[in-house]
């Protein structure tokens, strides 16, 4: 019961924290791009479509750095084991706690695991 209970606070974190990262990570730069070219006056009707592909260039780039900075940080996943404290490492650090679900527990497991 107190596996399943610490597997549901990361179950139920791990989205928070991905979508709220992902969120202000990546849609906040397109966001960014999009809106500020707007107050300073840059985009018009004759252009709209340029700082649109100049959004989603720079999402993409955003897009890259989130999925490889929070994969950088699963490592250091903290092993908890309730369901609140996994819950708010979960939204803290999503990617970990998810690899934390699947990393490998024995010699043999580890030696036939590919961590990218």
Do not use: C
Not at 35 to 46: E, I, V
Not at 57 to 81: C, D, E, I
Not at 90 to 116: C, D, M, R, W
């Amino acid at each position: 019961m107190h596996k399943i209970l610490s597997t549901a606070g990361i179950v139920m974190g791990a989205p928070i924290g991905i979508s709220t990262s992902f969120i202000l990570e990546v849609v906040g730069a397109i966001g960014a791009v999009w809106g500020g070219s707007q107050t300073l006056g840059l985009r018009n009707d004759a252009n709209e479509e340029i700082y649109r592909t100049a959004a989603m260039v720079v999402g993409g780039v955003a897009l890259v750095y989130h999925v490889t900075k929070h994969m950088q940080r699963h490592r250091n996943y903290p092993n908890s084991s309730g369901f609140f404290q996994n819950f708010v490492a979960a939204v803290n650090n999503p990617y970990g706690a998810i690899y934390s679900q699947f990393k490998p527990t024995s010699e043999h497991e580890l030696e036939h695991t590919v961590i990218v």
